[in-house]
DNA sequence: CAATTAAGGTACTTCTCGTACCTTATCCTT
DNA sequence: AAGGATAAGGTACGAGAAGTACCTTAATTG
């Protein structure tokens, strides 16, 4: 009757998941652990032995449900920030956006959680973000001064603001064209260089 | 012995006082709607009746704890732009600010508490930075093209992502700089106008 | 096969929000 | 001045979850 006991890797693996299926059905405020241990299976005391608590259990099964992506590379950087930001915004007025942010909720200031938030974490964003710009600085669209991680990440950080200070709905798309045009553009072309042409 | 039974406006300011002790002494985690009627003597029917749940009560509570300041006027745009990002920088690093990240928190996505706290609304901050703009606008030392919400409040924003992103910690005086040097001031002096002085 | 390690099963403590319901004091109107 | 209307006080309780304790039982390992 009894199928065989799971231990290990296995059992964890069952946990996560029915972390997971919750997370999405219910969102972290609807992830009680008594629900993942009845739907996993087994019960509270197998999850309390690999995670503290259930903000910890909610990030492992958030970090299952992202999926690094690739940056743009259109040829022109116009194109490869509003790309970014399009992509940002797709995602944070997503159900995973909802759920990423009462994560970040839930973890208050505790870096230890909100490092190991990929959308969260500066280097992944600096990263992509001086990726794009390093293409463009070799194509001369951008000031080699730009090639810094505050001012690389000045757009994202600016849609991010306005999802902190307007909440979940998806931001127009003129706000990401205003980022980009008022904003990154002017900066990253940075000190009079006026070389590139200007777009729209 | 029962001294004269409050109603109305005393009452309320009771439950508010009683509240405001409670949020500082044990942030907005340990402000529980007992304590609080306990505090103010009374009990929680009394703050239900006024309040529709603790949040709410949090925030007026914490409204009565921050007073609105005027912007700084230097004659400088440059040193006006630090002392703000000082003041904010103190301010959320300070237990008050611990306090409204907890508040923050607490509210998600709840835009109609959002807009209830004064360093979180937009048009507080823009309505500062555009005050100080405006004068150095006049000034000759910022592009008219700068007075634009967007623009003005890149700052500020960008100091509170390093909260958000590095926790409560002061953020150290280079990192004002950095954002005032690198981002604000090249941003605000847009397309090749170069006339300031460069400070620094 | 014995010893050790990890799961399962259950029950329980603790917290605190939010409600319900009744009694009692104060206020306001006639 | 009386008598309703309104708001406070008192108390208890239901509900939801987190996290813990403790014991039994199965799988692994040597």
New interface residues.
């Given amino acids: 009757m009894t199928q065989t006991r799971r231990r290990g890797a296995a059992l964890e693996e069952a946990i996560l998941r029915a972390a997971v299926e919750e997370l999405t059905e219910s969102g972290y405020a609807g992830l009680t652990m008594d629900k993942v241990a009845q739907r996993a299976g087994t019960n509270k005391n197998a999850i309390y032995r690999r995670w503290p608590n259930r903000l910890a259990l909610g990030v492992a099964a958030y970090r299952l449900l992202t999926t690094a992506v690739q940056p743009p590379d259109t040829g022109d950087l116009r194109e490869d920030a509003l790309e970014l930001l399009r992509r940002a915004n797709r995602h944070w007025s997503s159900p995973l956006g ?1 759920i990423l ?2 994560l ?3 973890a ?4 230890e959680f ?1 490092a190991q938030l990929p959308e ?1 974490s ?1 280097d992944t964003m600096a990263a992509t973000w001086l990726t794009v710009l390093g293409r463009a600085v070799a194509r001369g669209e951008a000031a080699p001064e730009a090639l ?1 991680p ?2 690389a990440t ?1 757009a994202i ?2 849609l ?2 306005e ?6 709905p998806t931001a127009p798309d003129e706000v990401l064209v ?2 980009v045009d ?2 990154f553009l ?2 990253v072309r ?5 070389r590139g042409t200007p777009s729209l």
């Fill in positions: 909802a942010r009462e970040m909720a839930a208050g200031g505790a870096t909100l969260q500066t810094h505050r001012v000045v950080v600016l991010r603001n999802f902190v200070v307007r909440g979940a205003e980022i008022e904003v002017p900066l940075q000190r009079g260089i006026d």
